[in-house]
């Protein structure tokens, strides 16, 4: 199975300030039509997830342009370029490319 | 709207069997793969399976750990996909999701929580 990892696993924000999350997967995610599907996801608290990012870096329809992903084998990256209170919650990559699908374990942002 | 609405989750003695529902609307389900996931009490998210759409196959995909407990299947003209799951163990307590998609899975629904437990 593809072993994804997230750094750091606790990320302590600024309002106003940019973050980062990485995450590295054990092997290429590139798959055999040229895709890569990495994909990144929101999970505020209660609430079930929302993916933000797909294919390492197209924005899903209604989240804010401050999220955006880059990162190209098996080194990827999501930045908020401008935390703001509402991004609170885990923060989770998720690999398709190979099965079975695969979670980082999740970055949890908070204030 | 895109809409998944999971349900028939609920609490469960081990080794008893529980089908959970994923009812869609908003687009055309019989053209869509779908995505079970779960997600343990204060852990991180976990593949459940997956099942094709009729077109390619409506084959399924099992996560290893779960192979010969769990089956997905789907009825299209009732655009629900389901997950059986059978000898259920303390550790399958999780809120389960589904979702849409195969390889880019989205929405996701509300989650159904399952509690195995004497």
């Known amino acids: 199975d593809v072993v994804m990892t997230q750094s750091p696993l606790s990320l302590p924000v600024t309002p106003g300030q940019p973050a980062s999350i990485s995450c590295r997967s054990s092997?290429?995610?590139?798959?055999?039509?040229?895709?890569?599907?990495l994909n990144w996801f929101q999970q505020r608290p209660g609430q079930s997830p929302r993916r933000l990012i797909y294919k390492v870096s197209n924005r899903d329809s209604g989240v804010p342009d401050r999220f955006s992903g880059s990162g190209s084998g098996t080194d990827f990256t999501l930045t908020i370029s401008r935390v703001e209170a509402e991004d609170v919650g885990v923060y989770y990559c998720?690999?398709?490319?190979?099965?079975?699908?695969?979670f980082g374990p999740g970055t949890k942002v908070d204030i | 709207e895109v809409h998944l609405v999971e349900s028939g989750g609920g609490l469960v003695q081990p080794g008893r069997s529980l089908r959970l529902s994923c009812t869609a609307s908003?687009?055309?389900?019989?053209?869509?793969?779908m995505n079970w996931f779960r997600q343990a009490p204060g852990k991180g998210l976990e593949w459940v399976g997956f099942i094709r759409s009729k077109a390619y196959g409506g084959t399924t995909e099992y996560a290893a750990s779960l192979k010969g407990r769990i089956t997905i299947s789907r009825d299209d003209s009732k655009s629900i996909a389901y997950l059986q799951m059978d000898s259920l163990k303390t550790e399958d307590t999780a809120v389960y999701y589904c979702?849409?998609?195969?390889?880019?899975?989205?929405?996701w629904g509300q989650g159904t929580l399952v509690t195995v437990s004497s």
């Open positions: 908003g687009f055309n389900f019989g053209d869509a793969s």
């Open positions: 092997q290429s995610l590139v798959y055999s039509d040229g895709n890569t599907y």
């Open positions: 998720m690999q398709a490319t190979h099965w079975p699908i695969t």
């Open positions: 979702a849409r998609g195969a390889r880019l899975p989205d929405p």
